[in-house]
């Protein structure tokens, strides 16, 4: 078995950005600026942006955050969104989820401008992507995509199973995993809460991605001996055996399913240090007008 170390991969491209930044800013250009909308005073979400901020800063990119109390108007978010997509100086902006109810999400992503979306999931450019032009791919299917590469692990012709529909990673990850290049091309399967004979189809997996949000659900007899294994999912689940008397584990039952899995991702240091970084690349893309301007 062998792990696919998130963390390092993460890294080895957050210092290719970083001097691509340093050739771009040696040339005269303009560093990329990364912007962020917090809202409200949620903890998981104020540590999101703050580690976004600290990953722009490694790699030289320029960062802001726009900070919003939790009762704030929808239209003056929507101002917000507006003001953003006007300044120049700025190449891309995400607006950092969940928004408190009272706020339409859908409203306040589609507001966005489609260049500076880099995120990845306003409709424009998650149609784009079901069509095969540019666009900016959302970031944690980017990062599984960039795992499977840096691992040089074959996707062509291969029956990928992926365990979840969600809009953020289920569902562009099939589109991805299905699309006429590598990684891609191959043959996929989407399940969710009505997929019967789930044990079956994911033991019929070369490749399975799970993003279900259930810790420890996918145990080794839902594994093929051999299969590479994806696991998105991050839970705290309270420990005596840690200081701050949590641990953080994923979908997938790592200890036993190691033992039949070729490649996989542990939790944490898998996939979770990949998100961040996808943001950064796609904030290079737009910074360097790699997605629009290319069809100028
Ligand atoms: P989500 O919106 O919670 O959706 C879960 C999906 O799993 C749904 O499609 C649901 O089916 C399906 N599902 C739930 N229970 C199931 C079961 N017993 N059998 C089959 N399918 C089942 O998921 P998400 O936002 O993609 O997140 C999934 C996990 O990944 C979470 O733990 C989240 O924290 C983690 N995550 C991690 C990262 C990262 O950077 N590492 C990024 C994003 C998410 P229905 O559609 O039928 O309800």
Not at 110 to 128: A, L, S, T, Y
Not at 191 to 199: A, E, F, P
């Given at each position: 078995m062998k792990l696919i170390d998130g963390k390092e991969i993460a890294n080895t491209i957050k210092g290719e950005i970083a001097e691509?930044?340093?050739?771009?800013?040696?040339?005269?250009?303009?560093?990329?600026?990364?912007?962020?909308?917090?809202?409200?005073?949620?903890?998981?979400?104020?540590?999101?942006?703050?580690?976004?901020a600290t990953a722009c800063k490694q790699v030289g990119f320029d960062s802001s955050t726009y900070r919003f109390p939790a009762d704030v108007s929808e239209n003056e978010l929507l101002e917000a969104v507006d003001f953003i997509n006007n300044d120049p100086e700025i190449d891309g902006l995400i607006v950092q989820l969940p928004l408190p109810e009272h706020i339409d999400n859908q409203k306040v992503i589609?507001?966005?401008?489609?260049?500076?979306?880099?995120?990845?999931?306003?409709?424009?450019?998650?149609?784009?992507?079901?069509?095969?032009?540019?666009?900016?791919?959302?970031?944690?299917?980017?990062?599984?995509?960039?795992?499977?590469?840096r691992s040089r692990i074959e996707t062509t012709g291969k029956n990928c199973v992926i365990l979840g529909r969600s809009n953020i990673v289920g569902k562009p990850m099939g589109l991805l995993m299905s699309r006429n290049e590598e990684p891609g091309n191959a043959t996929v399967t989407i399940?969710?809460?009505?997929?019967?004979?789930?044990?079956?189809?994911?033991?019929?997996?070369?490749?399975?991605?799970?993003?279900?949000?259930?810790?420890?659900y996918v145990t080794a007899d839902m594994v093929k001996e051999g299969a590479v294994v994806i696991d998105v999912g991050i839970h705290r689940i309270p420990s005596d055996e840690t200081k701050s008397g949590f641990r953080l584990t994923g979908d997938v039952r790592f200890e036993e399913v190691a033992k039949k899995a070729s490649f996989i991702t542990p939790v944490p240091g898998g996939v979770g240090p990949m998100t961040i970084v996808s943001l950064l690349m796609n904030t290079l893309k737009s910074a360097k007008k790699e997605i629009y301007g290319s069809i100028d």
């Open positions: 691509e930044v340093k050739r771009i800013v040696d040339k005269g250009g303009k560093i990329p600026h990364l912007a962020a909308i917090l809202v409200g005073e949620d903890g998981a979400s104020e540590t999101y942006v703050n580690n976004k589609q507001r966005i401008h489609p260049e500076k979306d880099v995120d990845g999931f306003h409709p424009v450019n998650i149609g784009r992507m079901t069509i095969g032009l540019p666009s900016y791919v959302p970031a944690t299917p980017y990062g599984i995509l960039e795992l499977l590469m399940c969710h809460s009505k997929t019967k004979n789930l044990q079956e189809i994911c033991a019929a997996a070369d490749i399975l991605i799970v993003a279900i949000g259930r810790p420890g």
